[in-house]
């Protein structure tokens, strides 16, 4: 299960390079539909027919484009008619493997920086080093939940 996990974030890791450039693209100031439509030369009445709703449907639908208000198969079914693909994405700020790894490592600094207090209160050494740290987070990576504790 761990390994297919690796194997998800890789891949999608791997598109991450294709997504990145669609972050800097700017949204039209009057939303996807209202600018297409327009860049067409279709009226809303057309656009309307098309998706088979009256005219006011669509004028609304354009405004809730802008506020955030629309549905994912509204967004879908307006692109669709007018003759786009309607594309939804996550794309990930860091690589997904990064975001894992810098989880595991935090934790396992946490984890093991608790063990050694206690093993200090016992006059007992336990050095903190990278190492240590590095096949910790190792462990965590592969077997334990990262997120389990965070609200």
């Keep these: 299960m761990k390994e297919t996990l690796r194997t998800i974030r890789d891949a999608l890791d791997a598109q991450r390079a294709v997504l990145l450039p669609l972050r ?3 949204k ?7 600018t297409v439509r327009s860049a067409l030369g279709m009226s809303q009445n057309v656009l309307a027919n098309r998706l088979q709703v ?3 449907r669509v004028s609304q639908l354009e405004a809730r484009e802008i506020t955030g208000e629309t549905t994912l198969a509204q967004m ?3 692109a669709d008619a007018l003759g786009c693909d309607f594309v939804y994405a996550f ?31 016992e ?4 050095p903190l080093n ?15 939940d990262l997120w389990r504790d965070e609200r």
């Design 28 to 34: 039209p100031p009057l939303g996807w539909i209202a």
């Design 54 to 56: 009256a005219k006011q």
């Design 130 to 144: 990278d190492q240590r740290i590095r096949d910790y987070a190792t462990r965590y990576i592969s077997e334990r």
């Design 123 to 126: 006059d007992q050494e336990t």
């Design 24 to 26: 800097q693209m700017p």
């Design 76 to 78: 879908r079914d307006a």
């Design 91 to 121: 794309v990930p700020r860091t690589p997904l493997e990064e975001t894992v790894s810098r989880r595991a490592y935090a934790l396992a600094r946490q984890e093991l920086a608790a063990v050694e207090r206690s093993m200090q209160l």
